[in-house]
């Protein structure tokens, strides 16, 4: 009951807030961005460490900086998810701007699913926006569903915005399985910088200058399901605007040597986030396991 009521609460409060102009709504984030950072100090340990242990070579006032670009970014992200409640297509067009979609238009001409790979950086939950450019695809995304069933639901009703088909990250293969069976063609995204439970250290790389463990499951899904795969490289233009270019990883996941997919998105990740860093997910425990070697 309790549950409940603060759900709807919430969403009161954030469906009227939604209809605020971005502008207005940015003054509510810098004011967010206050009591994060300097009042309730949320994870600001874990944010510093892992700034400290990525970027060695910069010195404290430099990491200071960075720090405090982080919270900023991060409290703008809370404001323009909300905003997807009652945002129009004219307005995301502009604010997010893809510059080659007809890449994944190509792939699905030849007969071709896509996955598509990409990071928690500048804003991921306005990346469905491009599925409003195709009509003959079923457009989707991994999710891993909360556990509160009334946050759960406010999310995906946010992610199905534009038309996006969420798909519980258990269900993955299941779903592309039945997608296949239809006849359907699909662009799937994974958000492929999350760390893996401990049961699933099958896979590491140097990134950031340290010993990172990634998921290597959606360069498995792409080979069993003969996709294509697209790297979505993302950039902060200013406040509030993104834009992102579409990078071939491969046209023919099933031909690559194993792990060539998964090393690529490494590679092209972390030059996205040194060329601007304030805006990945730092406050995320990304460096929690270590390796385990043995002899």
């Known amino acids: 009951m309790i549950a409940a009521f603060s759900y709807y609460l919430f969403y009161a409060v954030v469906w009227v807030l939604a209809w605020l102009p971005l502008g207005a709504l940015y003054c509510i984030s810098d004011f967010l961005y206050l009591i994060l950072y300097y009042l309730v100090g949320y994870r ?9 242990n990525s970027f060695p070579e910069k010195n404290d006032a430099e990491l200071l900086r960075l720090e405090k670009d982080f919270y900023r970014h991060f ?3 809370f404001i323009e998810t909300i905003k997807l409640l009652h945002v129009s297509d004219e307005e995301m067009e ?12 190509d792939f699905v001409a030849q007969g071709k699913s896509v996955v598509i790979l990409l990071g928690h950086y500048g804003n991921w939950e306005w ?4 599925y409003r450019n195709y009509d003959n695809l079923v457009g989707g995304e991994l999710y891993r569903p ?22 519980p990250k258990n ?20 958000i492929a910088d999350q760390t893996p439970s401990g049961n699933n250290l099958h896979y590491w790389a140097e990134f950031l200058n340290q010993d990172t463990p990634f998921l290597n ?9 003969d996709c294509a ?43 996205t986030i040194r060329r601007a860093p304030a805006y990945w997910l730092w406050s995320h425990r990304r460096w929690k396991h270590k390796r385990v070697h043995t002899s």
């Open 171 to 190: 269900d993955a293969l299941r779903t592309i399985v039945k997608l296949r069976r239809e006849g359907k063609l699909f662009a799937l995204g994974f």
């Open 217 to 225: 499951g959606p360069e498995r899904i792409a080979k069993s399901a």
């Open 146 to 167: 909360l556990k509160n069933r009334y946050f759960d639901s406010f999310f995906l009703k946010l992610r199905g915005r534009f038309g996006t088909l969420n798909i």
């Open 75 to 77: 409290t703008d992200i």
């Open 127 to 130: 990346i469905p926006s491009i």
């Open 229 to 271: 795969v697209v790297y979505f490289d993302v950039k902060v233009e200013k406040r509030g605007y993104y834009s992102c270019d579409l990078i071939c990883v491969s046209e023919n996941a099933k031909s690559e040597p194993e792990n060539r997919i998964t090393d690529r998105f490494v590679e092209l990740f972390e030059t």
């Open 44 to 52: 600001k340990k874990v944010v510093r460490e892992n700034l400290k």
């Open 94 to 105: 502009k604010r997010m701007h893809f510059s080659n979609p007809e890449m994944i238009s």
